[in-house]
T-cell receptor, first 118, second 115 residues
Framework: AQKVTQAQTEISVVEKEDVTLDCVYE???????LFWYKQPPSGELVFLIR??????QNEISGRYSWNFQKSTSSFNFTITASQVVDSAVYFC???????????????FGKGTLLTVNP | DAGVIQSPRHEVTEMGQEVTLRCKPI?????LFWYRQTMMRGLELLIY????????DSGMPEDRFSAKMPNASFSTLKIQPSEPRDSAVYFC?????????????FGPGTRLTVT
């Protein structure tokens, strides 16, 4: 069974600090997909990134970067020079591409609440 | 392009009343999901449709919950009768196809309060 663990329940930083949100996953599939979503205080869930299991290249998008390491089953998310607007709950999620028919399911971690203080 | 649209955004009702939540997926997406989010249980998948057909409803809590997707652009989640423990945020999400390779796009959610 697939599982996503976000060990950090809450993180509090001061504006301009860098912060890394951890995500560790478990899956038996060799092909799978990893996602990050952001849920700001307004409540909507916003898609941030998708990563394929066969592409370990790290990705950078502005102040956001993602480090995918299959060897440690981790898909960590770093925000550089954090801002107050980054305050949100961040969810890591996993879906498998197996032929068992359950590949539509998205397994979410429990989320990390990030608070960026001015 | 319009995102996933949900209505109402907020619903307050009394125990025993019927509640209907509505969702319009992104045009062209053929997979639709209903989730429930609570502090205690996090995000739970309730039901999944593909090409308007319910594929997996194992997450539906009990017979009081039902969902329909009469066409590709509309889905409803109904609770009858509602109970206080149904209070939660209900999200609808859509995806372009069956494959787990693609991301789901979520609507803004409906915050349901049952008193």
């Amino acid at each position: 069974a697939q599982k996503v663990t976000q060990a950090q329940t809450e993180i509090s930083v001061v504006e301009k600090e860098d912060v890394t949100l951890d995500c560790v996953y478990e899956t038996r599939d060799t092909t799978y997909y990893l996602f990050w979503y952001k849920q700001p205080p307004s409540g909507e869930l916003v898609f941030l990134i998708r990563r394929n299991s066969f592409d370990e290249q790290n990705e950078i998008s502005g102040r956001y970067s993602w480090n995918f390491q299959k060897s440690t089953s981790s898909f960590n998310f770093t925000i550089t020079a954090s801002q107050v607007v980054d305050s949100a709950v961040y969810f890591c999620a996993l879906s498998e591409a197996g032929s068992g028919g359950s590949n539509y399911k998205l397994t979410f971690g429990k989320g990390t609440l990030l608070t960026v203080n001015p | 392009d319009a995102g996933v649209i949900q209505s109402p955004r907020h619903e307050v009702t009394e125990m025993g009343q019927e509640v209907t939540l509505r969702c319009k997926p992104i045009s062209g997406h053929n997979s639709l999901f209903w989730y429930r989010q609570t502090m205690m249980r996090g995000l739970e998948l309730l039901i999944y449709f593909n090409n308007n057909v319910p594929i997996d409803d194992s997450g539906m809590p009990e017979d009081r919950f039902s969902a329909k997707m009469p066409n590709a652009s509309f889905s409803t989640l109904k609770i009858q009768p509602s109970e206080p423990r149904d209070s939660a945020v209900y999200f609808c999400a859509s995806r372009r196809d069956l494959s787990g390779a693609y991301e789901q796009y979520f609507g803004p959610g409906t915050r349901l309060t049952v008193t």
